[in-house]
């Protein structure tokens, strides 16, 4: 299969472009799949023997998402050394917090938090978790500091509705499509005009885009939601009190726009959300100190 595979440049391109347009890799076909992974992976100088990607369906679209091969191969392609910086338990919140941070051979420095929750964990429960933090960390942070968004497996299985997806690797043919979730029932209709355009002033006011808006209110709903329509209204009542509440927070720090979307996108596309003043206080603290 693999030497049969179209590589001129202009067929790569189209692939790209298909990619970009759609948003989602299972609307490309097998063949498709497969030269858009090997071209990742050349252009990132990675081994696409080693399988440093996996395939996952976030917020209903097929994307890519980094394995632990993805991040060893990086910090030795690019130089990048990584330390602990910091660790600490937030007793109040229940969590553990680790701080990485990654230097390049030419010098550059980058940060990255990573935290778990470790209320009421004990033993090797606990033991596991504080390990966790530290490889979320150093993942993030080696992303980060490379200039790749993507989602680091340690973080998968802590997204809402997120379903790993078993791609073969030679064809790109899907062997296990994830199952549909049947359609929820809107006790009270859908989300009014009102709320819908109350909740496109508050996404602008924490800093979040359309895409990443998705995001976070899926992650905040425990359900994929694809468009704000999507919502009932007690749901997109729920998503209105708790942005203004963000909001709130974000205006108290006095957290300028830039750092907003920042932390905002940050947190949507690692399926995190803020439930508590303290726990938004302790990111942005931390992205004010990279």
């Keep these: 299969m693999a030497h049969e595979l179209a590589k001129t440049t202009e067929e790569r391109m189209a692939v790209l472009e298909k990619v970009v347009v ?6 490309l076909t097998p063949a498709e799949r497969v030269i858009y992974y090997r071209n990742v992976c050349e252009s990132l100088g990675l081994n696409p023997l080693t399988r440093p990607f996996d395939y996952i369906v976030l917020n209903g679209r097929l994307t890519l998402y980094a394995r632990k091969d993805a991040a060893d191969q990086l910090r030795r392609i690019h ?3 990584v330390r602990i910086a910091s660790r600490e338990f ?5 969590l553990y917090v680790v701080v990485a941070r990654a230097t390049t051979a030419d010098g550059r420095e980058d940060e ?6 470790v209320r009421g964990l004990s033993g090797d429960a606990l033991a596991n978790a504080i390990m966790k933090a530290e490889t979320k960390a150093k993942r993030r942070v ?53 709320q819908l355009k109350l909740l496109a002033v508050l996404m602008g006011k924490v800093g979040l885009g359309r895409e990443d808006a998705h995001r976070y209110v899926s992650a905040l ?5 694809s468009s704000a329509k999507d ?28 750092l907003r ?16 003043e303290e726990t938004l206080r302790v990111v942005v603290e931390g992205y004010k100190a990279t």
């Design 22 to 27: 759609e948003g989602d890799l299972s609307k």
């Design 79 to 81: 130089g990048v050394s």
């Design 142 to 194: 080696t992303l980060s500091i490379v200039g790749l968004g993507w989602t680091d497996e340690s973080e998968v299985d802590s997204i809402p509705g997120a379903q790993a997806v078993r791609v073969d690797p030679e064809t790109g043919e899907i062997l296990d499509a994830p199952a549909q979730p049947a359609p929820e029932e809107k006790e009270n209709g859908g989300a009014t005009g009102k």
């Design 112 to 117: 990255a938090i990573g935290a778990v929750s």
């Design 261 to 276: 979307r920042e932390v905002m996108t940050d947190a949507a596309r690692h399926g995190d959300t803020f439930d508590s």
């Design 221 to 225: 709903l425990g359900r994929q939601i």
């Design 231 to 258: 919502l009932s209204k007690e749901e997109a009542s729920r998503v209105i009190d708790h942005l203004q509440q963000v909001a709130g927070w974000l205006d108290a720090m006095e957290v300028p726009e830039d």
């Design 90 to 94: 937030i007793e109040p919140l229940g």
